[in-house]
């Protein structure tokens, strides 16, 4: 089992930067693919980037791809979104997940979840 506690959300300006992370407890991080989704008000949970288990690999909704930037470091079993560009339609609640399963970008291929992070972004 694994534990997840995302941190860095916050108020920000359309055009600026935020920088996610998520630390994981337990010794098997290295287990699990990792991803990044996102919660709007009225809205589904949507995918929002994953990055396979060596770190190797990464995915992103097209709507982020250029923008936002998934990574992984293995020794502080913590994974990172970095957020530049941001604009007002990528304001929602940040979720971190961890998935033992080959489906990156499915809600339900995730087994953990973080409590989440507010994200803000005015114009």
């Known amino acids: 089992q694994v534990q997840l506690v995302e941190s860095g959300g916050g108020l920000v300006q359309a055009g600026g930067s935020l920088r996610l992370s998520c630390a994981a407890s337990g010794r098997t991080f290295s287990t699990y693919v990792m991803g990044w989704f996102r919660q709007a008000p009225g809205k589904e949970r949507e995918f929002v980037a994953a990055i396979t288990r060596s770190g190797g690999i990464t995915y992103y909704a097209d709507s982020v791809k250029g923008r936002f930037t998934i990574s992984r470091d293995r020794a502080k079993n913590t994974v990172y979104l970095q957020m530049n560009s941001l604009k007002p339609e990528d304001t929602a609640v940040y979720y971190c997940?961890?998935?033992?399963?080959?489906?990156?970008?499915?809600?339900?291929?995730?087994?953990?979840w973080g409590q989440g992070t507010q994200v803000t972004v005015s114009s």
């Open positions: 997940a961890a998935s033992l399963r080959s489906s990156y970008s499915v809600v339900s291929a995730y087994d953990y």
